[in-house]
């Protein structure tokens, strides 16, 4: 019989971390149903962290070729109570995507599942037609092809669906996947780049369960509102599982691949890390830093220098609500060294003298809808049409009582200031996702270039799931 065992975290945040739990039960003697439907809580981290696979594609005729195929399938979250999910070329999430600049890529993506889907490429430079945005969505047992030259600099983006209505639901589902983008620029720097060994993606996501194990996406009033809010953490999609590491700089793109909510990361024991990429480059320099917050679609990227904690146990957590989140076992001897060098890429960035316009972008809610500049999402109205090669400040205000995000598609923007302070260092790499708090308002520099479209746009919303489904979307086109 398995017994909870709660206190391998500080007292701290215990409370946090098991809202919704109550220990002295025993689901599996007494059927336990209560409120949450919280199923059997695994024994924590005796799961090995899931590392999803690599795919590198296919070389057709110059065209480096990938395969995915969105699916249903079953993943025992709990063990013996196998969940319906759903997952590219498997059960839950997907491969991860590895692709160098310069390469000529195809991605065709079949849809197995029993619904509209199309797979949008988060964070990727590329031609609107080829962006998997809902104008680009297929019909189930149909296939989607993407196609374009990888045109920015090395970052883990990430890809998951888009069809107008359903995003939200097959994400949670399960259908998310890495992509990173490698270059000579960043091959040539010290860092941890042994992936699976020193070099993880974690991808950290709140789901809810029912009694029997099943994911269940009942939305309440709040999560409409806030975004679903989970009560189980997933990590790489295990509850709490561990990792065995060697004892040297240890890299983790981390991913906020949630649907609502907006996690700060830190280490249990307060350990510092450096933060080397955000969402769409490396940062000029490492940033020593101890939290680290990250919305709905945000990456950070942190290398934590594990050299001389041999047979030390670390946890990674979400100081919000998810507590202690994975367990890092620092059991291996080195079999490599690297040193994250004290400056590490030149970004090309823009100047804010040179902006051509402001662009203000207004977040609000009114009876029950969310708005961006007044209207919800319309399929049939581009809200925006922006000029290629010029540039521009983004003006987000957040004009609601709830907290949101920003995500452009296209390109990546330069974050400048918040409420007119600058933004501090760890937002001045490239990015496609800010947050935006309660009555804040954030002042982005942006150029699209390189691709135009007089018809087919690219969205802006925000990266609450939940919100972005129900209409905080809008839609530009480059010209
Ligand atoms: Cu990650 Cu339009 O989204
Ligand atoms: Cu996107
Ligand atoms: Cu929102």
Known sequence: MKRR??????????????????????????????????????????????????????????????????????????????????????NFLGPTLRVRRGDDVTLRVTNNLTERHVTHWHGAHLPAAADGGPHQVVNAGEVQTSEWTINQLAATIWYHPHAMGLTASQVYDGLAGFFIIDDDDADALDLPKRYGIDDFPIVVQDRRFTADGQLDYTLSMMDEHHGFQGDHFLVNGAIKPFVDVEAKQIRFRLLNGANGRTYVFSFADGTAFQLIAGDSSLLEAPLTMTQLQLSPGERGEIVVDLT???????????????????????????????????????????????????????????????????VSMDMNVINEVVPVDEVEIWEITNASAMLHNFHMHAGHFEVLTRNGIAVGDWERGFKDTVFVGVSEKVRILVKHSDYTDATLPYMYHCHILEHEDTGMMGQFTVV
């Open 5 to 90: 065992t709660f206190l391998r975290g500080t007292t701290a945040t215990l409370g946090l971390a098991l809202a919704g739990c109550k220990p002295s039960d025993d689901p599996i003697d007494s059927g336990d149903t209560s409120e949450t439907g919280d199923p059997i809580v695994p024994s924590e981290f005796q799961t090995p962290l899931p590392v999803p696979g690599e795919l590198t594609g296919t070389l057709d005729n110059g065209r480096l070729v990938f395969e995915l195929t969105a699916q249903a399938g079953t993943t025992e979250f709990f063990a013996g109570k196998p969940a319906a999910t759903k997952g590219y070329n498997g």
């Open 308 to 374: 001389d904690r041999k047979d030390d146990v670390l946890l990674l957590r979400d100081e919000t609500a998810g507590g202690d989140l994975f367990e890092i076992r620092v059991s291996k001897e080195a079999t490599a060294t690297t040193t994250v060098p004290a400056s590490l890429i030149t970004l090309p960035r823009l100047l804010e003298s040179e902006a051509q316009r402001t662009r203000p972008f207004i977040f609000s809610m009114m009876a029950g809808n969310f708005l961006i500049n007044g």
